[in-house]
């Protein structure tokens, strides 16, 4: 069997998904016609084709065991010098997708990895672009501001062509796998284990 590259994240809902990839394409990201607006939980990952399974049942007890919590991106920043890149904020809700992507990528799961820089939620805006037009991303988005409550995350493969497509959703609740779990609430840090 072969190998497949997906990747795991909150998909950004419309008017602002399409704003922003519009502006992404604008600023002159060659790759942004092919990535939906998103916020990663998991990177673009290779994986055998025969792991699809058990990631889907690990992903669908993940949603299974959380519960909606509010979103808001506001203004800009960058990773640059370290990385081109140029996004939108994540001001609220940074608590929740951090939490979330942990429990993807629990060290137990299907999912194992560990990420070339530490997790920070975002919104890519510019990647790999010159430096006038990351200024212009930058500036030109410095002012955006978005709401919505999270309810769900979903599954992407990326094709041959590069495209990201949707594989499967993951709605949060119980209603995901087939054993309920209590829902664990993700806008707000663990209670500490003793």
């Not at 955006?144 to 993951?170: H, K, M, N």
């Amino acid at each position: 069997m072969g190998t497949v590259t997906l990747g795991v994240s909150i998909a950004v809902p419309e008017p602002y998904g399409s704003f922003l990839q519009r502006q992404r394409e604008g600023f002159g990201d060659l790759a942004a016609p092919g990535i939906p607006t998103h916020i990663t939980l998991l990177p673009p990952t290779e994986v055998r084709t025969e792991a699809l399974p058990g990631i889907e049942r690990h992903l669908a007890e993940v949603a299974a065991g959380c519960r909606p919590f509010p979103l808001r991106l506001e203004g800009t920043g960058t990773f640059r010098p370290l990385s081109p890149v140029v996004y939108v904020k994540v001001t609220e809700g940074v608590t929740g997708c951090t939490a979330l992507q942990a429990r993807i990528r629990t060290a137990s799961g299907p999912c194992a990895r560990e990420l070339q820089f530490p997790y920070h939620p975002h919104v890519t805006v510019a990647h790999g672009t010159d430096e006038e037009s990351m200024d212009r991303a930058q500036a030109g988005l410095r002012d955006f501001c978005a709401t919505w409550t999270i309810s769900g995350f979903a599954l992407y493969e990326q094709g041959p062509d590069a495209v990201w497509r949707l594989e499967r959703e993951y709605p949060f609740g119980p209603q995901t796998a087939a054993v309920p779990r209590q829902a664990v609430d993700l806008s707000r840090p663990p209670a500490p284990s003793c």
